[in-house]
């Protein structure tokens, strides 16, 4: 994977960084259907979530555009089982450093897709669905959102997903380089509007 990269998420506090492949994500039903429990309560509640983050379909032709990523991991140690503290002190720090990589990285990779773990948090509370995203330069959706089983993509890329007794794992995931031919249309419509805004 690009060094570059690796090196910049470990500066914003990921434990783990793996090379992604975004060919190996498969968009599961059955995953968007766990969503639909709503157990999180952001179901039907959140501009990041299911079903204002788009359809299986709509979220695999995004994904699928790019042909390079990094699988991106903050890895915590918990003191029992039940240390909820814990849980929720290193959710936020994981956040946290997703909104960091995110602003960072897209200075490189202007149209990248960044995706986290649970529900975007940005707003305290979120608008959706009476009116529009304030800060949608910052909203991450999660993987689980567009239908990934995390732990089988950690699998498939070789990023371990499990580190031992008494520890929690959230990951987040990265692509950043759209295909040519995707490049080449957006780089037209550039183009055109361009030509447009002369004329």
């Known amino acids: ?43 039907n509640r959140n501009w990041a979530c299911p079903p204002a983050c788009g359809s299986l379909e709509a979220c695999a032709v995004k994904i699928h555009s790019f042909t390079a990523g990094a699988l991106l991991q903050s890895t915590c140690v918990l003191t029992d089982p039940f240390d909820y503290e814990t849980m929720q002190e290193s959710g936020r720090k994981h956040r946290e450093s997703l909104q960091v990589f995110a602003q960072k990285i897209k200075v490189l990779y202007p149209e990248a897709l960044v995706l986290g773990a649970g529900p975007c948090t940005v707003c305290k509370q979120c608008p959706y669905p009476s009116s529009p995203c304030r800060f949608p330069a910052k909203m991450i959706s999660s993987m689980e959102a567009q239908g990934i089983v995390v732990s089988d993509v950690c699998t498939t890329n070789n990023l371990p997903y499990y580190y031992g007794q008494n520890t929690l794992t959230y990951t987040g995931c990265l692509c950043h380089t759209l295909r040519e031919t995707v490049h080449q249309s957006n780089l037209r419509e550039t183009d055109l509007r361009k030509a447009s805004l002369l004329g």
């Open 1 to 43: 994977m690009d060094e570059k990269i690796k090196k910049l998420a470990l500066e914003c506090g990921f434990t783990h960084v793996g090379a992604l492949d975004p060919a190996t994500i498969t968009l599961r039903e059955e995953v968007r259907a766990a969503c639909a429990e709503n157990k999180c309560g952001a179901f």
